[in-house]
């Protein structure tokens, strides 16, 4: 009686997914064909061949259980080295989704509201100004007051006016030079705060909530998680999420003994050559060790460092609804609040855009197989994921390339990865 109550009790947690962690599998109990699969094997093998990549990371994860987890061709082309599976990937941008999951964890904390105007943390957000004139000859300009404030809202669906540093707008690139404002890669003997502060010096590319611009917004939410929490953002990741997560392998200061496992990253020349990057790490001045120089610098936009598996932990969470192996980060309705539309009116050419995802709509959705509500992003690395709810899969495609002219891959793989759905 008692070996039958635990059963319930596991098959209960199983069916809700509760609980739901990541387990070895094979392709037919998570509803593919193993044959089929196949498919995206030869195809791997091929972008390799035809020097569209050095080497790719391949994960998918359905009802919790692996179809595939495999690593393709070269970390060094010149040694013929192989790309490991358990590499660590700079992420870049991939960092905005664990910043987005930090704000709302205060959120439901009840530390702070998505209506809350920024300036009530970071003063100088308070009266900003909306650019309507720039002269690139001397980057001098004439503004507008803002209608509004900015809002915590407006920095998780990128509607804020912020733009990009380094690799945004001409107006945006020249005018945040000006205040040593950067992408935040490579940064050092600096603090977010102080950079932050500057920002909201700036004038605004647009008015507050009328028009979806990427740019440094989740810089601000990982200061404004700082400023909130009392500490560091990356104390926060590393106490709040990677640890209760076990996700074992995710850095902004990646450790000195697990260096051998940073993959190289590469780019390609004008002629389409796989070289190895040295440096200009999102137009900066950072050369391709940054995650191994010690920092104190934590870019909520742009700087963690991961492995694929490590960040299938944490897409899985989201899909569990904010819970992963007994430990809830989130409440699902809140993961709800995510993942749903949140700039209703705004133009946005992915589809629509939720609180740090974009999410695949009845708009979009013929365009790709992925089914409504599926949310996903990526990095500047060549690194993206998406998360299907409908098809309980999470599913992940690592790179590690800067320039690169075959971005067709990353649709050719999420069709090769569902084609092989055979349940």
Not at 132 to 152: C, L, Q, S
Not at 184 to 212: C, I, N, W, Y
Not at 336 to 364: H, K, S, W
């Amino acid at each position: 009686m008692k070996k039958l109550l635990i059963l319930l009790l596991v098959c209960s947690v199983s069916i809700t997914g509760f609980s739901q962690t990541i387990m070895n599998s094979t392709p037919e109990a998570a509803g593919f064909s193993s044959e089929r699969l196949k498919r995206l094997d030869n195809a791997m093998n091929e972008w390799v061949e035809k020097g569209y990549m050095n080497g790719g990371a391949a994960l998918i994860i359905r009802d919790g259980k692996i179809a595939y987890y495999k690593a393709n061709g070269y970390n060094d082309l010149d040694t013929k080295a192989p790309l490991q599976k358990d590499g660590i990937f700079r992420i870049a941008s991939q960092t905005k989704a664990i910043t987005s999951v930090a704000i709302m964890m205060l959120f439901d904390e009840g530390k702070l509201l998505l209506t809350d105007p920024v300036s009530l943390y970071i003063p100088s957000f308070k009266k900003q100004g909306v650019m309507v004139n720039f002269n690139p000859a001397d980057t001098t300009y004439t503004t507008v007051p803002a209608k509004r404030e900015v809002t915590i809202k407006d920095l998780l669906t990128h509607t804020s006016g912020l733009g990009y540093a380094q690799i945004g707008s001409k107006e945006a690139n020249a005018i945040y030079a000006k205040s040593n404002i950067t992408a935040g890669l490579g940064v050092k003997d600096r603090t977010l705060l102080s950079a932050m502060s500057r920002l909201g010096e700036m004038p605004l590319m647009h008015q507050p909530g009328e028009k979806f611009t990427y740019g440094l917004n989740t810089d601000v939410l990982g200061c404004l998680v700082e400023v909130i929490s009392g500490v560091s953002l990356e104390e926060f990741f590393r106490t709040r999420i990677f640890e209760p997560l076990g996700m074992k392998d995710t850095y902004f200061n990646l450790p000195q003994a697990k260096a051998n496992r940073l993959v190289n990253l590469y780019t390609e020349t004008p002629q389409g050559k796989l070289v190895k990057a040295n440096a200009g790490m999102l137009n900066s001045v950072a050369t391709t060790n940054y995650p191994l120089v010690p920092h104190t610098y934590y870019s909520g936009g742009a700087g963690l460092s991961s492995t694929i598996y490590d960040y299938g932990i944490f897409l899985q969470m989201l899909l569990n609804n904010g819970v992963y192996n007994g430990k809830r980060l989130l409440g699902r309705n809140t993961v709800r609040m995510m993942t749903t539309n949140q700039i209703e009116g705004v133009p946005y050419a992915g589809g629509t855009f939720g609180l740090g995802f974009g999410v695949v709509t009845d708009q979009n959705s013929g365009s790709a197989p992925a089914q409504v509500g599926t949310f996903n992003w990526g990095g500047a690395f060549a690194t993206s994921y998406w998360v299907d709810p409908k098809e309980k899969m999470v599913y992940l495609f690592f790179r590690q390339l800067q320039a690169r002219s075959h971005n067709e891959v990353v649709e050719k793989f999420r069709a090769l990865t569902y084609q092989a759905i055979n349940d």
